[in-house]
């Protein structure tokens, strides 16, 4: 039977090791945070801990330690866990590895594998606390981090689908009340698709793009379309009003391109759901 630490105590500690790691985290460089991880984990009474990330394509769970295998998302206990954002525990050589999920809002980024000897309420709430910390930092830092970009890449990605990507949401957000997720494939090879989804107040906005064509000038036209969509919803404009002369591209862009755009607006509510196709023109 596993010795309870007295709860308030326990609490008090969890307190303090936060604070500590939050405030180390600050000035860290990303590709240090594995270390810190572990020494973390250690502090708060488990053997260990690590981050992996899943790739971007979702097939395979890639640890930020160089030193650790993937992990298939489909075969593993921490692939289960990434698909069910639940808990799973295994044996690991005489000791428990508990994957807890990283999620970030609606949007899964990974899991946090944990390895202790023995696993009670205490270190299974410090394990819920590392992973949801966890979650925070990684969001934060890969903004600016090619490294945590780099780390989830499997193959070498084209100039035109790196411009592209830039200018997308989050794969995955939502509420309580209303999800979205859009995946976009070939992941590597992009030409003019593009999705477009965010949530302003209680309504959810969301856009599909497909530009004609499959270069660097379908890619740049579904960017001029995707800043439109986004003008618009962040201003008084209707979708009639997204295209403005002033925002055409400088001369020499592909003059057969153009971008038709699905879009919609949706409140959560029963029968609330407004829609509309658009076409933007070729670029001057």
Known sequence: MTDVPDQPA??????????????????IIPYQLPGLVERCARAMGLSGAAV???????????????QDAPLPVDDSKA????????????????????????????????????????????RLRRCRLLAHTLSMVVTTKRTYSDWFVARTRTRTMHAHTEMLRAFLPPRSIGTTSVISTGVLEPAYDLGGDAFDHSLTRNILHAGIFDSMGH?????????????????????????????????????????????????????????????????????C
Not at 219 to 242: F, H, I, K, Y
């Open 10 to 27: 326990a609490q008090g500690l969890d307190e303090r090791l936060l604070e500590t790691m939050l405030a180390d985290v600050h000035a």
């Open 52 to 66: 992996y990330l899943v790739d971007l394509q979702q097939r395979v769970l890639v640890p930020l330690d160089e």
């Open 79 to 122: 692939g289960w866990a990434y698909r069910t954002v639940s808990l799973r525990l295994e044996d690991d050589n005489g000791d428990l590895m508990v994957w807890v999920p990283l999620v970030d809002g609606a949007e899964r980024l990974g899991v946090l594998g944990v390895r202790a000897s023995t696993m009670d309420a205490v």
């Open 215 to 283: 270069d660097l000038a379908s890619g740049l036209t579904t960017a001029v379309a995707l800043a439109c969509c986004r003008n618009a919803r962040r201003s008084p404009r209707t979708c009639p009003r997204w295209w403005n002369p002033s925002t055409r591209p400088s001369p020499g862009g592909s003059p057969t391109s153009s971008a038709p755009a699905s879009c919609a607006s949706w409140t959560p509510r029963p029968g609330c759901c407004a829609g509309s196709t658009a076409v933007t023109p070729p670029p």
